[in-house]
């Protein structure tokens, strides 16, 4: 038989999705893939159902709707604080998934360096693989989760071509403060690496934390490519509608990936999220109090139950740490819990260059019933563990 290509060979099934796919097989609530079980705002539904009776229903412009585009430069500008061009510093693209794979493979050649922070969104090392680049892992340390300047810097010493930055970060909810950027952003400038941010939680902050848009920061607008998307700002996921925001030379190019790869991010569902591009400043505040009255109640959850985390700063995710009462494989734990106490999570492993199995991660982007009863399930969770698995 023909053989399958090489670059497969150190792939690996998405370990988030297959949670999912047991989660659904035993009923359980999924606390694992992290997205919303509750609506958009009700202004995207209704243009949404304008859209399928208006249109547009064929290809829009490739590198994204004039309108689209448009609505969204204006919204950046406001929240970035600096000047982006709708026409020259944007590509729309699938979901920021495409929007990572594309800013990799515009500045990528083969064989070129990467610097990832370890934990890291298993995404990205796929988008090494794909784009012939190789990852150069820089630790996070627990339980802050912060870098070592020194250690950071030997990284750039290799000769990277960029660094990818998730920002507030999936999975170990920290948020960058503005002087770990401004450190970042400095040896960025002085070893001329690209940064390659991934911000698809810029709204979800919990006070007194911030989040500061890397390529705000001095110097840095030339050499950064902001990815993003809708998907957790406005509860749309499954519309798959993301972006890049970069300098014209890049996005000149990136333009030709995206083209290429995709045509184009879907024309109704464009025309549908300009309502959301459009929402008031107001919005983002309160999806800010949302989110965080979420990590309180599920945070609250797990004191009672008993369980030690990371408390997070920003984006939807906690990491729970099972040291304490399980051993083993934390693959292994996550699918017990799914049959045994009826809730998914991610295995931490599947974030982690280094050997760690002693963390899982939950999101809490549920509704708020869905997290009590979440938590009342994981009351016992401790108890269930220790008498074994
Ligand atoms: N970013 C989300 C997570 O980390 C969803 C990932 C995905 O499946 N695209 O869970």
Known sequence: ???????????????????????????????????????????????????????????????????????LAAKQTKFMGIPIDADSEIVVTCGSTEAMMVAMMTVCNPGDKVVVFSPFYENYVADTILSGAEPIYVPLEAPTFDFDREELEEAFKQGPKALILCNPSNPTGKVFTEEELQFIAELAIKYDVFVIADEVYEHIVMKPYKH??????????????????????YSITGWRLGYIIAPGYVIENAKKVHDFLTVGAAAPLQAAALAGLKLPEQYYAELGEVYTGK?????KGLDEAGLKYVAPQGAYYVMVDISEFFKGKDTEFCEWMIKEVGVAAVPGSSFFKEDVSNYIRFHFAKKDETLLEAVKRLASLREKAKKGI
């Open 295 to 299: 990590r309180d109640l599920f945070l």
């Open 1 to 71: 038989m023909p053989q399958i290509s090489r670059r497969l060979d150190s792939f690996t099934e998405s370990v988030i999705r297959r949670m999912t796919r047991i989660s659904n097989q035993y009923n359980a609530i999924n606390l694992s893939q992290g997205f919303p079980d509750f609506d958009p705002p009700v202004e995207l539904i209704d243009a949404l159902k304008t859209a399928a009776e208006e249109g547009p229903h064929q290809y829009e412009i490739t590198w994204g709707s004039q309108k689209f585009r448009e609505a």
């Open 212 to 233: 500061t848009y890397i390529a705000a920061l001095p110097g840095m607008f030339e050499r950064t490519l902001s990815c993003s998307s809708l998907s957790k700002t």
